[in-house]
């Protein structure tokens, strides 16, 4: 089943799965009672428990999108989750860098325009750089959108090598050094009033690949929740936002970390319990291609210029989705002793790690999340 009414290029498709029961218990007895009973037991038949209603999108940030709730009425979750794949849209189309859209300047025009001129943007472009500088203080520059240069080279290296395996090679140091002299976050000019961004540095370009998704979660789902999507769970990728409780009442929704060794038998690394509160993984197995018989995955370390080899994966526990996106890619590129030190210095923070060997570590109470 599709959204009908809406009028785009692609559609999502989106399912909707039921699970409905009821349960009949009358007691016999005589006269009175046995009557009474009857009665009540009728009336428990007759009461609704929600129905788990789910959509499925196969489009935005270019990766899978899920939203789920417990509601009885199928329209009211419809509207919801329009709602949701509507403004996940907007921030899609608004954080792209390598698609133009009529009518909108976005991250690509600004890349575009490079060297050139101020581009007047939209006010969420301007949040959500002024959210990455914040990141790339607080993680001394492990978080860079200003990135983009020497990304772009592996991204165009990965996509000829998973087209052509046969060809695949590996970005020429050199480079990757001198694109990395155009990666200057500070000649990212943000003009609040005149609403505009400017890259002074012609060379440079921005990718917010390790932040926006989860920025867009975060702010779709503070949007929802205020419009009455009180209790659901939005998962876009492998950023997954628990709003409220399942039921409402404090049971909590069960998200799976997916284990990056799926060699070993486990599809699921563990499952969490959680109640408005954001699970986020970075890890080896999502982007990745092979040079002889080695793979080079997608997330790559500012410091060496290639891809960081010390983790298969890192998740993180917290509230605030933008947050847990940054930190995952953050922690991924320090050393263990480093992003352990970082994690416990954040209130209401929690991290597993899951090392190149195999091996978990764990932060202090990240086991309290994990599903007994």
């Known amino acids: 089943m599709e959204f009908r009414n809406r009028q785009v290029k692609y559609r999502g498709f989106i399912s909707y799965r039921r699970f409905v029961s009821c349960r009949r218990s009358i007691a016999l007895l005589l006269g009175a009672i046995f009557a009474a009973a009857m009665l009540f037991g009728l009336a428990g038949c007759g009461a609704k428990r929600p129905v788990r209603r789910e959509a499925t999108f196969l489009r935005l940030f270019d990766t899978k999108t899920t939203i789920i709730a417990y509601m009885d009425d199928e329209e009211e979750f419809a509207w919801y989750a329009q709602m949701?794949?509507?403004?996940?849209?907007?921030?899609?189309?608004?954080?792209?860098?390598?698609?133009?859209?009529?009518?909108?300047?976005?991250?690509?025009?600004?890349?575009?325009?490079?060297?050139?001129?101020?581009?007047?943007?939209?006010?969420?472009?301007?949040?959500l750089l002024k959210y990455a500088k914040e990141w790339y203080e607080k993680t001394d520059g492990e978080i860079n959108v200003a990135f983009g240069a020497v990304l772009r080279i592996w991204h165009d290296y990965r996509e000829r090598g998973m087209e052509d395996p046969d060809a695949a090679g590996l970005p020429p140091l050199e480079a990757l050094r001198e694109a990395a002299e155009h990666t200057d976050i500070n000649k990212v000019i943000i003009d609040e009033e005149a609403s505009t961004v400017f890259l002074e540095d012609p060379g440079m370009s921005l990718d917010v690949g390790a932040i926006a998704k989860g920025y867009a979660v975060e702010q779709v789902s503070r949007m929802a929740a205020e419009k009455g999507f009180t209790s659901g769970l939005i998962s876009v990728g492998g950023n997954v936002r628990a709003v409220g409780s399942k039921d409402g009442s404090g049971t909590p929704w069960n998200v799976g970390i997916q284990n990056p060794d799926p060699g070993n038998g486990n599809a699921m690394l563990h499952v969490l319990d959680v109640t408005d509160a954001s699970v986020v993984t970075s890890g080896i197995y999502e982007r990745y291609y092979t040079v002889d018989g080695k793979n080079y995955h997608h997330i790559i370390d500012p410091d060496t210029l290639f891809p960081s080899e010390e983790y298969k994966s890192v998740s993180i526990v917290c509230k605030d989705s933008g947050m847990a996106d940054a930190l995952s890619t953050a922690i991924f590129n320090m050393s263990f002793e480093e992003g352990m030190v970082f994690i416990e210095s954040i209130p209401d923070t929690e991290a597993v790690w899951v090392l190149s060997s195999g091996e978990l570590k764990y932060s202090s109470h990240f086991r309290d999340y994990i599903r007994k």
């Not at 403004?87 to 890349?111: A, C, M, P, Q």
């Not at 575009?112 to 007047?120: E, I, L, R, S, Y």
Request: proline share 2%.
């Open 84 to 127: 949701i794949y509507d403004s996940l849209e907007e921030y899609h189309r608004l954080f792209d860098i390598y698609n133009s859209y009529e009518g909108i300047s976005n991250l690509k025009t600004v890349n575009d325009m490079a060297g050139k001129a101020p581009v007047k943007v939209d006010r969420r472009i301007i949040d």
